[in-house]
């Protein structure tokens, strides 16, 4: 993990950019009191992102609590996926 003044990324942000691609932790660090971690963003964490599908997770996710679930056949699949 690298903790880095926002100085140093402002002048140096590919190098950083590249460091985070190869997997590494980059801490940006601004001020006395604020941080922030510099992470990847793909498709997913942007899709969950969304308030209307975190709100459909969510209710689908309180009805599987509630017992309220439909089992569903492999033989079964094509046909919904169809619909």
């Known amino acids: 993990m690298l903790i880095i003044s926002s100085r140093e990324f402002r002048e140096n942000q590919k190098k950083y950019f590249d460091l985070i691609d190869q997997n590494e932790q ?8 604020k941080s922030y971690a510099l992470v990847p963003i793909d498709k997913t964490v942007m899709y969950f992102s969304e308030p209307d599908i975190k709100m459909r997770v969510d209710r689908s996710l309180d009805e599987a609590k509630q017992g309220k679930l439909i089992t ?3 033989k079964e699949i094509s046909q919904l996926l169809s619909l």
């Open 72 to 74: 569903v056949k492999p």
């Open 26 to 33: 980059i801490i940006v660090q601004r001020g006395k009191n």
